[in-house]
């Protein structure tokens, strides 16, 4: 079993840059991470993912250039770094791990956080 927690979240500044945590632990593939969100209403939707190593990252257009995802192997932790955040990116961010499939459908994930929110103000 894997269980991921995920931080960093709040109430933040169209012009900050928070960076979101994402612990894992239990977990004993080293399986791709991946991060999504959930906006009031919407579908849960692809943010960002990377290998294991980190040597291979994707990321939906929607956020490209502005957030960067990361991983520190010895920590077990995926970090997405925010910058240039618009109103829209208001939402609940998940963490999930050991895609199988698309890893741009949330259905292909196997294992999820609890979610953190984050909510920009302009």
């Known amino acids: 079993q894997v269980r991921l927690v995920e931080s960093g979240g709040g109430l933040v500044q169209a012009g900050d840059s928070p960076r979101l945590s994402c612990v894992a632990s239990?977990?004993?593939?080293?399986?791709?991470m991946g991060w999504f969100r959930q906006a009031p209403g919407n579908e849960r939707r692809f943010v960002a993912a990377t290998t294991w190593s980190g040597s291979s990252t994707f990321y939906s257009d929607s956020v490209k250039g502005r957030f960067t995802i990361s991983i520190d192997n010895a920590e077990n932790t995926v970090y997405l770094q925010m910058k240039n955040l618009k109103p829209e990116d208001t939402a609940v961010y998940y963490c999930?791990?050991?895609?199988?499939?698309?890893?741009?459908?949330?259905?292909?994930?196997?294992?999820w956080g609890q979610g953190t929110q984050v909510t920009i103000s302009s």
């Open positions: 999930a791990a050991d895609p199988e499939g698309d890893y741009t459908s949330p259905d292909a994930w196997g294992y």
């Open positions: 239990g977990r004993t593939n080293n399986e791709p």
